[in-house]
């Protein structure tokens, strides 16, 4: 079925250090991989995403990789600032029958200064 | 431009009742989704729209049900409120699938 499994559930990192969270996804005709964060009491918001022709892309301190393959991707942040705390959430896009935006679970990350 | 407005922001119910919840956008956005969030879960999709008129199911249906009769308005009704759907409730809404998704603030909704 149409699934997305992400890891870590939650992460904590000392400020400056990097940070690798993890999605894996079951439908293999998926082309479409964005990443959400969500700070606490507010609305999550796209931070950046990625299609299945590109294999990385960044956005200053962010990228994210993909490999098709394997169906998994992954959202790296480097040198973490406390801001970054916030609870992110990988999705991808499920298309068999009509198009779905399937989220994962989501991953708590924790900045310690 | 408002972006997407969700009403109520807040509401309790006792198990039984009916409610709706109402998404508007002003972004002329084709693609409406109404998604539930729960501790632990992430944002799983309740149904969605791909237009005016239309409506499909997302990964938990049940008890539940939309209406898209006007391209900026998308409703999610719970015909029978049960204390499982306890939950914070957003609508979103973007021009394709394959781009970003603009969130309303969220409804929290407790049964009792």
């Known amino acids: 079925g149409e699934n997305v499994e992400q890891h870590p559930s939650t992460l904590s990192v000392q400020e400056g250090d990097s940070a690798v969270i993890k999605c894996t996804y079951s439908?293999?005709?998926?082309?479409?991989f964005p990443w959400y964060k969500q700070e606490l009491g507010k609305r999550p918001q796209l931070i950046i995403d990625i299609r299945s022709n590109v294999g990385e892309k960044k956005d200053q301190r962010i990228a994210v990789t993909l490999n098709k393959t394997a169906k998994h991707f992954s959202l790296h942040i480097t040198e973490t600032q406390p801001e970054d705390s916030a609870v992110y959430f990988c999705a991808a896009r499920f298309n068999r029958d009509t198009d779905k935006l399937i989220f994962g679970t989501g991953t708590r990350l924790q900045v310690f200064p | 431009n408002a972006g997407v407005t969700q009403t109520p922001k807040f509401r309790v119910l006792k198990t039984g009742q009916s409610m709706t919840l109402l998404c508007a956008q002003d972004?002329?956005?084709?693609?409406m989704y109404w998604y539930r969030q729960d501790p632990g879960m992430g944002l799983r999709l309740i149904h969605y729209?791909?237009?005016?008129?239309?409506?499909a199911k997302g990964e938990v249906p049940d008890g539940y049900n939309v209406s898209r009769l006007k391209k900026q308005n998308f409703l999610l009704g719970l015909e029978s409120a049960a204390p499982s759907q306890t939950s914070v409730y957003f609508c979103?809404?973007?021009?394709?699938?394959?781009?970003?998704?603009?969130f309303g603030s969220g409804t929290q909704l407790s049964v009792l």
């Open positions: 729209s791909v237009g005016e008129g239309t409506t």
């Open positions: 972004m002329n956005h084709e693609y």
């Open positions: 979103a809404s973007s021009h394709r699938v394959e781009e970003k998704l603009f």
């Open positions: 439908d293999s005709a998926s082309n479409y």
